[in-house]
């Protein structure tokens, strides 16, 4: 099932990419695979996946230990692991040791966090800056108009890494819907990029409901779950 959806998947990619005039290998395909079981997880690296998503770090700790250690997992070197949900203070430090990007970079705080446990192992840890592009009460991310100001003050801690931006569309009842609010995201992320000389290169967002439009807006990294891991 999995390799059938991941099939299906990268059509869908490739028709995007030749909608927009892009080439489908500047796509990365984040399978996010929170709530799955660990069996699924190694049929979709076994079907070429090599970026693994999960949004709690404890749910995933021993996941990540099972594939780290299972032996006919060692295909698992080059398996990169993101961090794509909310990450509290105090997962701060777990998360560090294990993830190789953490998408939902939010606050200050949280950046002086990670800075810290980064240093601590001697870490400079790769991160995004999760960007709220729609007003919805429960959502996280830094405002659009104050991310410039706080991406530079970011920018300065040595031990993090700031790559780019990421964003979760507003739940629609079209995909068409979701547009501005990718949009926006590439448009800031050119502003930014006029005023620093480290680039943010990463656009992390479109999800299984959206995806295909935010590949249209410049996306160049995607979260999916229900694409890949339901059939
Ligand atoms: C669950 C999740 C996804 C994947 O969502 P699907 O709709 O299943 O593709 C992407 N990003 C984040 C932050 C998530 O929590």
Redesign the pocket.
Known sequence: MIGENLSRVREKINSACARAGRSPREITVVA?S?GRPLDQIEAAIAEGINNI?E?KVQEFLPKYNALCTAPHLLRRSGVKWHM??RLQTNKVKTAVGIFDLI?SLDSQRLALEINRQAAKIGKVQDVLIEIKTSPEEDKSGLRPDEAAEAIMQMAELKNINIQGLMT?APLVDSSEKTRPYFRMLKELKDKINQLTTRKLTILSMG???DFEVAIEEGANML?????IFEG
Request: no cysteine; proline share 0%; charged share 20%.
């Open positions: 996010v929170k998503g949004s794509v949900g998408h979760i999800m299984t409901g979260r999916l779950g229900r694409a």
